[in-house]
């Protein structure tokens, strides 16, 4: 008799965990990106791994989507909970201000592109969840718990 592994479904019950970065400039323009399958800019950052440190996820997926590269340990902003999207879901958000870039990586199906934005020239299609991190962490807006 062999044995005979069944992958598992998600379940509604399972926790994720994602993490995005705040990447600002030294003339504090914040670095966005748009997806190929969502609309809106957002910040860049993605899934943790299953046995992923969540620092080394957040610099996966900023060198995957933008080539940035941190050069000093993220600090954490907060952890937020994304129920509207996954009833488990959770996003850790990451502030980075010192940080390479040593290649910009060519459009793709999951970034199609990527800039840096002044504050206050943010493009018409920024996400409300972008903006209202953005107004915590620069305007003084109390902080929400939800993403």
């Known amino acids: 008799m062999s044995l005979r592994l069944i992958p598992r479904v998600p379940r ?18 914040i670095l966005l990106v748009r997806h190929g399958y969502r609309p809106g800019w957002h910040f860049p950052g993605g899934g943790v791994e299953r046995g992923e440190k969540i620092d080394h996820a957040l610099c996966r997926e900023l060198n995957e989507e933008t080539g940035v590269i941190p050069t000093a340990p993220a600090r954490l902003v907060a952890i937020y909970t994304n ?8 996003v850790v958000l990451f502030f ?10 060519a ?8 800039r840096f934005f002044a504050l206050d ?27």
Not at 15 to 22: A, Y
Not at 107 to 114: D, F, G, T
């Open 12 to 29: 509604a019950d399972l926790i994720t965990l994602g993490v995005q970065g705040v990447v600002i400039d030294k003339t504090s323009r």
């Open 83 to 90: 129920f509207d999207i996954f009833p488990g879901d959770h």
């Open 96 to 105: 980075i201000d010192q940080w390479r870039q040593d290649h910009i990586p």
């Open 107 to 114: 459009p793709n199906a999951e970034i199609l592109e990527q």
């Open 121 to 147: 020239r943010l493009p018409k299609t920024t996400t409300t969840a972008t903006k209202r991190r953005l107004g915590e962490l620069f305007a003084g807006a109390t902080r929400e718990t939800t993403w």
